[in-house]
């Protein structure tokens, strides 16, 4: 099964909008309401939300689209994620700043 072109363009702008939702959160809490609503509204953008837009995505595109985008996602994701090999030095320094707030607490 084959989804449209248009179809499969709404349903990643709907993914999109609703993972990019969780950057409203710093104007949500420099705004002027109360400290409640400020509360609320940040728990809805940074749980709720993001939720929703990959329930509405998997609705759009149904199980084979939204397969499809996570493939392309997971592709992209692979291709700059960082390698899995680390030099002697860095894995040193990676074990000297792990440690460093631990000996800072003891």
Request: overall charge positive.
């Amino acid at each position: 099964m084959t989804i449209s072109r248009l179809r499969f363009n709404i349903g990643i702008l709907v993914f999109v909008v609703g993972q990019a939702t969780t950057l409203l959160i710093p104007f949500v809490t420099s705004s002027t309401l109360p400290a409640e609503w400020k509360t609320v509204l940040s728990g809805i953008l940074f749980f709720v939300t993001p939720q929703l837009g990959i329930f509405l995505t998997i609705i759009i595109l149904g199980k084979p689209g939204y397969e499809r985008l996570k493939a392309i996602v997971f592709r992209w994701v692979k291709k700059h994620a960082v390698s899995h090999r680390v030099s002697q030095n860095r894995y040193r320094i990676g074990i000297i700043l792990f440690l460093i707030p631990i000996l800072f607490i003891i």
